[in-house]
């Protein structure tokens, strides 16, 4: 079953991580002028008896814009995280505020001092001494085409108060979010809309596409504009850049998947999925580059392909996984007939993640396409967002020796955590299981031949 984390107040369109134990929510109401709110917020992660939580640390409001999509960079300084909100990106950088750093600091020196001062009173003293800890105060807890049709309706028109907003700093004593450059990035001439954005690995770049079919590359910080593709007659659904930096693969309403080189713009392939699948009956919804952890060059390209149309009786969607060099399709599995929404990749390059129109959640291990867990109905909602927790110890200590852990985000207001049992101890139960049977099953024979 899914954990619940935590909910929010208004309904959630995009997760991304922010480190091993923090992540960035986001979503909101648009400007309609529904009464509900728009925003993004910071969790923080903590373990809770046999569970894990998430407590709000800092929400940072983003009125009258709800943010639709969601990328986030570590940059040294703190984060960089770039939002797509209507027909526009805005970047912030996310920081300690200088109330928690300070705070932090004084703690240390408090520390320090006690130590010093207990080693010249002697030893009662100082163990008196060094038991009094300063500690800093949290935040309290805080609780296909049909879809995207519903999301739209919730944004509305924005004018000058939006780009006041636009340059909005909050802070509060545990974090500073500073606006550093906003810009139009969508300019479709009935309703821009940026569906997706993305950094390179190295953080010196984003890519975004949405409603106009068109691919933008943009230079981080100041978002200056280094490449504009026409690359798809409808709306684009998805990108990624490769890990390497130099390729961008978009996917598009109009049919077609397409390799765009980064430096020159231009169209190196495109991906032809299955030739005995009649033209147009699929669409590709999803795309994304995973790397092995252990081989950083062993690089992969997964797709998630669903119906262009839903029948009277529903046809299955698909999992692909490609040749990242070649860009031909390697294997294929289908994952049912529940039309799917999401599509992550564990950072490890291990398993994929895959949240569903009816709010399932499931994780399938990336070599094989083999799915080994699923979570009806983790969302009351279709699935809006996913990211992985990082294969670390300290994600194994919040989620209690999980495998892999996903974090799933729906239009339902929920935070939903899908941790991944480790399988060996289910194989190892089975094992003793089967020879306790056996056990029984020869003594029961043994007993009818008389020989016991």
Not at 157 to 165: L, M, R, V
Not at 177 to 196: G, R, Y
């Amino acid at each position: 079953m899914a954990v619940r984390l935590c909910s929010a107040n208004y309904p959630l369109y995009a997760v991304t991580l922010l480190d091993d134990s923090h992540i960035l929510v986001a979503g909101g109401g648009g400007a309609a002028r529904t009464g509900v709110e728009n925003a993004m917020e910071i969790f923080e992660l903590q373990g809770e008896g046999k569970n894990c939580v998430a407590t709000s640390l800092h929400k940072h409001s983003t009125d009258p814009r709800a943010v639709m999509s969601l990328a986030a960079k570590a940059d040294g300084k703190g984060h960089l995280v770039a939002a797509g909100m209507d027909g526009k990106c805005q970047l912030f950088r996310i920081t300690k505020s200088k109330e928690a750093s300070d705070e932090g600091e004084q703690d240390v020196d408090k520390e320090a001092s006690r130590v010093n001062q207990a080693g010249k009173r002697g030893k009662k003293t100082g163990e008196r001494e060094g038991g009094k800890r300063g500690r800093r105060k949290r935040g309290k807890k805080t609780k296909s085409a049909e879809n995207e049709a519903n999301l739209r309706k919730r944004k509305g028109s924005t004018g000058n108060k939006a780009e006041k907003s636009a340059e909005v700093t909050e802070q509060s004593s545990e974090y500073k979010v500073e606006s550093l450059a906003c810009v139009d990035t969508d300019f479709h001439k009935e309703e821009p809309f940026q569906k997706v954005v993305r950094f390179s690995r190295d953080g010196d770049i984003i890519a975004t596409g949405g409603a106009d079919g068109h691919v933008r590359v943009w230079k981080v910080p100041k978002l200056e504009k280094k490449l504009d593709i026409k690359a798809h007659l409808d709306e684009i659904d998805d990108l990624d850049i490769s890990p390497s930096g130099n390729k961008i693969v978009s996917v598009s309403r109009d049919y077609h998947a397409y390799v765009w080189k980064v430096e020159s713009g231009k169209r190196e392939a495109e991906l032809h999925w299955d030739k005995n699948v009649p033209e147009k009956s699929y669409r590709i919804k999803a795309v994304r580059f995973g790397t092995s952890q252990e081989k950083k060059s062993t690089v992969q390209l997964y797709t998630m392909h669903i119906p262009a149309r839903r029948e009277r009786k529903p046809l299955p969607c698909y999992l692909t996984k490609w040749d990242a060099m070649k860009f031909v399709p390697v294997k294929t599995q289908s994952t049912g007939t529940e039309l799917l929404s999401s599509l992550a990749v564990s950072d490890d390059g291990v398993f994929l993640g895959v949240g569903t129109n009816s709010g399932d959640t499931m994780i399938y291990v990336s070599w094989s396409l083999q799915k080994v867990h699923r979570v009806s109905e983790a969302h009351g909602i279709f699935v809006t967002g996913l990211c992985f927790l990082k294969n670390n110890a300290i994600t194994a200590e919040l989620t209690k020796g999980a495998e892999t852990a996903l974090v799933s985000v729906s239009a339902d207001h929920h935070v939903n955590l899908t941790p991944l049992r480790p399988r060996f101890m289910v194989s190892v139960w089975f094992a003793v299981i089967g020879f306790l049977v056996l056990v029984v099953v020869v003594m029961i024979y043994l007993g009818q031949q008389g020989l016991i």
